[in-house]
C-alpha cells in the first residue's frame, strides 16, 4: 500500500514496506491474553514522542495540549528539537516538554528528526509535528499498548487528517508509519518526506492526527517552495531515484498550491515585481488550475509579463497547453500573443527556440529568422503552406511575407485565403514590415510574362491594391506621429507607390479586358462596374491620353480616377504631381536653352560686324547641329554665306 506524509507520495525507496501492514487480528487475539500488562505496571518510559519545531508558538500550545491526555495516559517522555525560532517557540517547549534540543537547520528533516529518536529513553517513538494535534479518541494506541500489540510488530501505522479549511468540515486522509519500536540503528532517512525503513511487521491503528499545517493557503505556498526546494535537492543526491521526479509532479499538482501561487504571481505583477512574478508564475502547472478563471487569469499573466520583458513563461505556459491538448486555450493564448506581443521580436525568439513543430511555433520561427536565410525560409513555408485551417489568431501574415518575398507559392497560398482575411494579413504585414510595398512591386515584376488565370489575376491586383491602401494608410498616421514626436517610418515612396500603382492598375484593366465584353468599357457604363474597376479604367485612358500629349485630357482622367476611388487617391496625386514635374523640368529646359541660343546669336552678330567671318561660321555650324530648326540661325547663316561665299549650310 501507499505510505504517505503531507499527502505527498514516498519514494520507491519505501517498497520493501510493501506487504502485510497490519498484522492480522487472529495473530494478535493470541498474543493478548499472554502479553497483556496493565501500563501503570511499567517501570521505564513506554513512549518517546519526538517533536521538531520553528516559530510554532501558537501551533505548539495547541499541540502540547493535545498530547497531554496520552502522556497521563501512558508511561512517556516528549522530546522538542528547535531548529532556529526566533518567536516564543522555545520557551513554550521549555515549559512544557521533557528535554529541549537547539538543532542547526541543514535543509534535511531527518537530521532534525534524528536529534531527538537519538535521545529517546522509551522502548517506542512516536513523531508528531507542531501544526499537528492528536485526537481525542487516541484509545487505540492505548490498547496497542495494554493489549500487547506492541509485541507483536515493529512499527504501526495511524491516519493523517489534512484539513482544508478552518472549519474541520473539509479535508483528506492518508496513511502514515508514525510509531516505530525503538531498536538498534534505527534512524531517519532523506531530507525531505523522511522515513524510518521498516524490518518487521507494522500494524494499523484506529488513531487519528490532525493535520492544520496547509489551511493557511499562503503558509502552503512557503511550505510547497520549501518541499519544493528540498526535493531538487534530494535529485541531486540520489540521481538515478526516479520516484523524486513523481514526487516533485505530484507536489506540483496540488490545485491549492497552484492557486496561491498564481494569486502571488499577480500580487507581485500588481506591485511592479516583474521577476518575483515570473518566478512565481513559472512554478504553476496549467493542468492543476481547475477553474476557468484561474486558467485565463495565467494565460493573461504570462502575456502581460512578456510585455514586461519576462519571457520565461512564455514557452513553459505554451508547452503546457500542447501537452494537455487544451485547444482553446492555445487560440486564445495565440490571440492574446498577437495582439499584445506582435511587435516584440524576443516574444517570438522565445518560442521559436521551442522543439515542438507546432504550426504557431513554425511561424514564430518564421518571424524570427534572418532576412538573408532562405533555405531555412523555403523549409518553413513548405510546412506552413499546408497549414491552411490557421486562423487570425497567429501570426499568418508572416507566411504571405516570405512567399511574396521568396515568390514561392504565393499564388497557390493566397488562393485558400478570405479576402476579409486577406485585408487583415495584409495590414498587418505593412505594420510590421516597412519594405513590404517594394517586395510586392518585385514580385509583380518577377511575374511579368507568366500567364495568370482569372482568379490568380484577381488575386495579385487584389493583393497590390491592398499594400498601397494600407501603406499609404499607415504612413498618414505615421505623419500625425512624426509631427507629435518626431518618430516613425514610413511604408512607401513616391516612387516605389507610382511604380506599384500603375502595375496594379494595369493588372486591374487586363482583369477588366478578360471579364467585360470590349463594348461594356467604356465612360458611359461605368457606373455599373465596380468603383475599382472604373478607378483602372481612368487610369488606363489617362496613360494613353499621356502619350498622345493630351496634357488636359489626362489631368482630367486622373481627377475622375481619384473621385471614383478615394482610398488611392494619394498615388493618383503623386502621379498628377509627377506629370507637373516633368512639365515644369521641360520649361526650364527650354528656357535655359533659348537664352543660350540668344547668347550664341548675340555673339554671333558681333563677330560678324567685326568682320570676322570664319568664327561666327564655324560657332553657327556647331549651334545648329544641336537646334537644327531655329530658323533665326539658319537665317544668318545663309547672310553670311551670299556675302561672304562661306561653305555650304548644313544638313
Not at 487584389?462 to 518618430?487: C, K, P, R
Not at 556647331?622 to 548644313?650: C, F, I, W
Request: net charge negative.
Amino acid at each position: 500500500m501507499r505510505i504517505t506524509r503531507d499527502g505527498q507520495l514516498l519514494a520507491a525507496q519505501n517498497q520493501n514496506l510493501a506487504g502485510s501492514v497490519k498484522v492480522e487480528h487472529q495473530n494478535i487475539a493470541a498474543v493478548r491474553e499472554e502479553n497483556s500488562t496493565p501500563l501503570q505496571a511499567y517501570s521505564g518510559i513506554v513512549l518517546t514522542i519526538g517533536m521538531i519545531v520553528r516559530n510554532e508558538a501558537e501551533n505548539l500550545k495547541k499541540c502540547i495540549a493535545s498530547l497531554q491526555p496520552l502522556r497521563d495516559a501512558i508511561p512517556c517522555e516528549l522530546l522538542i528539537a528547535d531548529t532556529g525560532s526566533t518567536d516564543e517557540t522555545v520557551s513554550v517547549a521549555e515549559e512544557f516538554a521533557d528535554a529541549v534540543y537547539h538543532v542547526e537547520w541543514t535543509d534535511d528533516f531527518a537530521a532534525a528528526r534524528n536529534r531527538t529518536l537519538d535521545a529517546a529513553q522509551g522502548e517506542w517513538f512516536f513523531y508528531i509535528d507542531a501544526d499537528e494535534c492528536l485526537d481525542a479518541d487516541f484509545s487505540a494506541l492505548t490498547q496497542f499498548f495494554r493489549d500487547g500489540v506492541h509485541m507483536t510488530c515493529d512499527a504501526a501505522e495511524c491516519t493523517i487528517r489534512e484539513h482544508r479549511d478552518a472549519s474541520s468540515e473539509s479535508y483528506d486522509e492518508h496513511k502514515s508509519l508514525r510509531l516505530h519500536r525503538i531498536r538498534s540503528g534505527i534512524h531517519f532517512q532523506r531530507r525531505i518526506f523522511e522515513y524510518i525503513e521498516r524490518t518487521g511487521e507494522a500494524d494499523s491503528l484506529q488513531l487519528v492526527v490532525h493535520h492544520y499545517g496547509y489551511v493557511d493557503a499562503h503558509v502552503k505556498l512557503e511550505k510547497y517552495q520549501r518541499n519544493l526546494r528540498l526535493l531538487e535537492l534530494e535529485q541531486q543526491e540520489y540521481p538515478t531515484d526516479m520516484s523524486l521526479a513523481a514526487q516533485i509532479a505530484q507536489l506540483k499538482a496540488d490545485k491549492i498550491i497552484q492557486n496561491a501561487l498564481l494569486q502571488s504571481a499577480q500580487g507581485y505583477f500588481e506591485s511592479q515585481q516583474y521577476a518575483q512574478a515570473e518566478g512565481a508564475i513559472t512554478d504553476v502547472v496549467f493542468t492543476a488550475l481547475t477553474e476557468e478563471h484561474a486558467k485565463h487569469a495565467y494565460l493573461a499573466l504570462v502575456i502581460q509579463l512578456a510585455k514586461q520583458q519576462q519571457y520565461a513563461p512564455l514557452a513553459i505556459c505554451y508547452n503546457a497547453l500542447l501537452s494537455a491538448d487544451a485547444q482553446p486555450f492555445l487560440v486564445e493564448f495565440q490571440r492574446q500573443f498577437q495582439q499584445e506581443l506582435q511587435q516584440d521580436k524576443a516574444a517570438y525568439e522565445a518560442l521559436a527556440k521551442m522543439e515542438q513543430d507546432d504550426a504557431f511555433l513554425l511561424l514564430c520561427r518564421l518571424r524570427t529568422l534572418d532576412e538573408n536565410d532562405h533555405n531555412t525560409a523555403y523549409a518553413l513555408l513548405d510546412c506552413l503552406q499546408g497549414h491552411m485551417e490557421l486562423t487570425m489568431s497567429s501570426p499568418y501574415e508572416d507566411i504571405l511575407y516570405w512567399s511574396v518575398r521568396l515568390n514561392h507559392g504565393i499564388l497557390l497560398m493566397i488562393e485558400e485565403v478570405r479576402p476579409e482575411e486577406l485585408a487583415k494579413i495584409v495590414k498587418q504585414i505593412v505594420a510590421a514590415h516597412d519594405d513590404f510595398a517594394q517586395i510586392v512591386l518585385q514580385w509583380v515584376k518577377n511575374l511579368q510574362g507568366n500567364r495568370q488565370n482569372l482568379l490568380q489575376l484577381h488575386w495579385i491586383s487584389e493583393l497590390m491594391v491592398l499594400t498601397l491602401i494600407y501603406s499609404y494608410a499607415y504612413d498618414a498616421q505615421i505623419s500625425v506621429q512624426a509631427a507629435a514626436n518626431g518618430v516613425g517610418e514610413k511604408r512607401v515612396s513616391a516612387e516605389v507607390g507610382t511604380a506599384l500603382f500603375l502595375q496594379a492598375t494595369a493588372a486591374l484593366m487586363l482583369l477588366c479586358k478578360k471579364t467585360y465584353r470590349s463594348e461594356a468599357l467604356c465612360e458611359e457604363n461605368l457606373e455599373y462596374l465596380p468603383q475599382l474597376h472604373s478607378m483602372a479604367f481612368y487610369i488606363h485612358q489617362a496613360m494613353h491620353r499621356k502619350e498622345c500629349n493630351d496634357v488636359l485630357g489626362y489631368v482630367q482622367n486622373l481627377k475622375e480616377a481619384a473621385k471614383t476611388y478615394p482610398l488611392l487617391s494619394k498615388p493618383i496625386h503623386q502621379i498628377d504631381e509627377q506629370l507637373q514635374q516633368e512639365l515644369h523640368e521641360e520649361k526650364a529646359i527650354t528656357d535655359e536653352f533659348f537664352a543660350l541660343a540668344q547668347q550664341v546669336k548675340q555673339q554671333t552678330a558681333a563677330l560678324i560686324a567685326r568682320g570676322e567671318f570664319q568664327e561666327a561660321e564655324k560657332i553657327l555650324e556647331v549651334y545648329q547641329s544641336v537646334h537644327p530648326d531655329d530658323q533665326e540661325a539658319m537665317d544668318m547663316y545663309q547672310m553670311l554665306r551670299n556675302k561672304h561665299g562661306t561653305s555650304a549650310l548644313l544638313h
